[in-house]
């Protein structure tokens, strides 16, 4: 039993660090779209890859907080994402930039 536990804590610090990756990723990739739309680049396919990213962060939180469960370190409780409004969608934000609005 002392080795599984071992596995999912070295499970959940292989998690921790995808996250972590994930994060400067969509980042990044934000920042590409942020500036490409500037120049009036067509984003739809960098748009779909930042939706896929944050997709996999989605499932990779999950991950997380099941192993946090199965180790203990969280109690088990049905965790539902906040949903972004539809202002706070990155690709929402990046069009209203495009087209140069203020309100961003």
């Given at each position: 039993?002392?080795?599984?536990?071992?596995?999912?804590?070295?499970?959940l610090?292989?998690v921790?660090?995808?996250?972590?990756?994930?994060?400067?990723?969509?980042?990044?990739?934000?920042?590409?779209?942020?500036?490409?739309?500037?120049?009036?680049?067509d984003?739809?396919?960098?748009?779909?890859?930042?939706?896929?990213?944050?997709?996999?962060?989605?499932?990779?939180?999950?991950?997380?907080?099941?192993?946090?469960?199965?180790?203990?370190?969280?109690?088990?409780?049905?965790?539902?994402?906040?949903?972004?409004?539809?202002?706070?969608?990155?690709?929402?934000?990046?069009?209203?930039?495009?087209?140069?609005?203020?309100?961003?």
């Amino acid at each position: 039993m002392q080795s599984l536990d071992l596995l999912a804590r070295q499970h959940l610090a292989q998690v921790e660090r995808h996250l972590e990756t994930a994060h400067h990723c969509i980042i990044r990739q934000l920042h590409t779209l942020s500036r490409l739309g500037l120049y009036g680049a067509d984003l739809s396919l960098g748009e779909t890859v930042l939706e896929t990213m944050l997709s996999t962060q989605e499932l990779i939180v999950k991950d997380k907080e099941r192993l946090e469960r199965v180790l203990g370190l969280k109690p088990a409780e049905q965790h539902k994402p906040r949903p972004l409004e539809a202002s706070q969608e990155p690709t929402s934000l990046l069009r209203q930039r495009k087209l140069g609005s203020a309100d961003v």
